[in-house]
Structures are given as structure tokens and as C-alpha cells.
């Protein structure tokens, strides 16, 4: 749910309780959902840039799976080979610092 004012949230304030309630419920549960890992697939460009920069790498490597399938999507969505690489580069000092695609915005 997304509220952008505090009487939107004093109308829906019997649904939230409901919410909270069953959150609860499932914690002290102990349910848990299970997620299947899903092996990340890695653009070609981007493998053969890390046998180029070993450091790039192991920053790459170094982050989150969900900054590393970020990435590996971004990279991999364009169609030429040429964009790709242009994308490596742009992100490659993000990638260095450790930051996701999409920190900072």
C-alpha cells in the first residue's frame, strides 16, 4: 500500500491493523517463503571485460546478488555489442564503489 497523506492512512486503519496482525501471526509461525535461486546470466562482454580487469571483477563479485542481476540485466538488454560494452563502462566506476545501477536516484 502507498499513502501520500495521513487520512488516506486513517481510512484504510482496520485493514493495516489486519495487516500487522497477520504478520505477526506468520513470525511467531515461523513460516518463511522459499525462493529459488536463479543463476545469474552474465553478458559475454562483461566476462571478457573482466579477463582485461581482474579488479573490476572481483567488485563485481563483491556485490549483492539483486546489484550483480541488476547489472547483468541492464547490460545484457542491449542489442548491440557495441551498446553493451558503452554500458560496462559507464557502470564500471559504480561498480568499483560498490554501488547498485540504480543507487543514487
Known sequence: MKFTSISQIVAHEDDLHDFIKQAIAIE???LRIE???KPISIPDE???TFESD???KKA???LTPGRQRGYALYF???KQTKTRLARIEKY???ILKGEGPYDGY
Open 28 to 30: 511467531h509461525a515461523g
Open 35 to 37: 525462493v529459488a535461486d
Open 46 to 48: 562483461l566476462l571478457q
Open 54 to 56: 581482474t579488479l573490476l
Open 60 to 62: 563485481f563479485y563483491s
Open 76 to 78: 545484457s538488454q542491449a
Open 92 to 94: 564500471k566506476d559504480k
